[in-house]
Structures are given as C-alpha cells and as structure tokens.
C-alpha cells in the first residue's frame, strides 16, 4: 500500500530539487530540472482538476525530455548546455518554422524555460503578501509579465478563467506542506534565488545560442 505521506507534496521536497539543479560550473541537469517541474505539476494536480489541461501540457514536455535523457543519446542531455550544443551541432532543431523536429530537447526544454519566469514571478508575489492578498490576481499578474505573451488567445482565455479557480492564500499555503505561514515565508525566501538562478543561467545560454523564439 501507498503511505499517504508519500502522495502529500512538500513544497521544501520541490524546492530542494531545484537546489541541486546547478552543478559548481553552473551547468544546470536535466535530470534534477525535470524532478523540479514533476514535483510542481503534482503540487498543481493537489489544486483541482481545472488545471489539468495545463497540467497535461507540462507532463507532455516533461515526458519528452525525460525520452531524450533515456534515449541513445541521453549522454548528451546530462546538462542543458550539453543538450543545446548536441542538438544544434546536429542540427536536431527547427530554428525558424515547426517542421521535422517538433520535439527537439531545446523547444520543449524552453516552453517550460519560460514557465518557470512565471513560478519565479508568482513566488515573489507571494513573499510579499499580505493575509488578504489575493492568489488569483497574483498569479495572473505574474502570468500576464511572463508566460502571456508566448500564447495564444484561447490559451490565454483558457488560463485566465482556471486562475479564477485558485485556492486563496491559506488554503495554498496549507497544501504547500511545509508548516507555519512564516515557515512557508521563509522556504521561499531560501528557495526563490535559487530558481531565479536556474531561470537566468538558462535564460544566457539560449541569448547566447539565439534561440529565445524557437517555434
Ligand atoms: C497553480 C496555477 C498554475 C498556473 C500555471 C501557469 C501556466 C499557465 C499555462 C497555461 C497554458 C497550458 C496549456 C498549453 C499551452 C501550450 O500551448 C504552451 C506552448 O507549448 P507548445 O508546444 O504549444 O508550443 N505550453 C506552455 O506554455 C507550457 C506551460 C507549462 C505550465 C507548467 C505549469 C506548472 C505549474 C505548476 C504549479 C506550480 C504552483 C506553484 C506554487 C508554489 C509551489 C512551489
């Protein structure tokens, strides 16, 4: 039998995961990446079923990252810089329209590249509020700076009407798991440099390799 403990998120466990993203040359691993976003899709699960569709997206592309990894060439997708290099010295990515390689490791890797600028945004949000803060404004002003303008319309709509369906501040922050509101406050002040880190080592790299708008 499944011990309940084991089904409960922690946002520490999460948060951890992301820790060990960064290796001392600021290489950041795709194994811990995907543990990251895995641990958050099922935090996002624990919210109710109106965030599934957004949570299917997120298992999609975590999927096809983790294929890559167990793949033959998985030893090339150790790390993000090693998966950028690999894929487009091998010309393994469509650099201006969809075409042959709709799941090329650096596509997939990005869309959720730019989810994680809007975790970041939305976590700062939280740090600094206040009991009667309201989530789903913090969550749509943070998505509207970030992830917004990368979709589409119906996305936008889609996503806009499931925020209205957020918890609001205590009930988040009980599912988080990890105690007291100023325990919660304090993990994320440990934590959100962290994934800010992580953000803009990615974020360089992709600069520097002009692959910021990959379709
Ligand atoms: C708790 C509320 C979660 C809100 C998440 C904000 C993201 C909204 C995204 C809505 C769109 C999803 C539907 C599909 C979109 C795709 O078209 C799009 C582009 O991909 P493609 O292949 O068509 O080019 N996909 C994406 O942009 C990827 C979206 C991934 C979203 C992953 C969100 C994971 C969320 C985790 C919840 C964390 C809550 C954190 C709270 C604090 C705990 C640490």
Redesign the pocket.
């Known amino acids: 039998a499944v011990a309940l403990e084991d089904l409960k998120f922690t946002?520490q466990e999460?948060?951890d995961t992301f820790k060990s993203c960064l290796s001392e040359h600021k290489e950041v691993f795709l194994e811990h990446y995907v543990a990251g976003?895995r641990?958050?899709?099922r935090?996002?699960n624990c919210?109710g079923s109106v965030?599934s569709?957004?949570?299917?997206?997120?298992v999609n592309?975590i999927q096809i990252l983790v294929n890559h990894l167990n793949g033959e060439n998985g030893a090339h997708y150790v790390t993000i810089q090693s998966m950028v290099k690999y894929e487009l010295d091998s010309q393994l990515v469509d650099l201006t329209k969809r075409g042959s390689f709709?799941e090329s490791g650096c596509?997939?890797l990005l869309?959720?590249h730019?989810?994680l600028r809007?975790?970041e945004l939305?976590?700062e949000r939280?740090q600094t509020s206040t009991e009667d803060s309201n989530t789903s404004v913090m969550?749509t002003e943070a998505?509207n700076e970030s992830?917004a303008q990368?979709?589409?319309w119906i996305?936008r709509k889609?996503?806009g009407t499931?925020?209205w369906a957020?918890p609001g501040r205590a009930t988040?922050f009980d599912v988080?798991n990890v105690g007291s509101p100023e325990q919660v406050m304090a993990v994320l002040g440990d934590t959100l440099p962290l994934i800010s880190e992580v953000y803009q080592v990615t974020e360089d790299l992709y600069a520097q390799n002009n692959i910021l708008e990959l379709?």
Do not use: E, N, Q
């Not at 569709?53 to 997120?58: L, N």
């Open positions: 946002l999460v948060l976003w641990g958050l899709v935090f996002m919210l965030f569709f957004i949570s299917k997206d997120a592309k709709p596509r997939t869309r959720l730019r989810a809007w975790l939305f976590l939280l969550c998505y992830l990368h979709h589409t996305i889609a996503a499931a925020f957020l988040f988080m379709p």
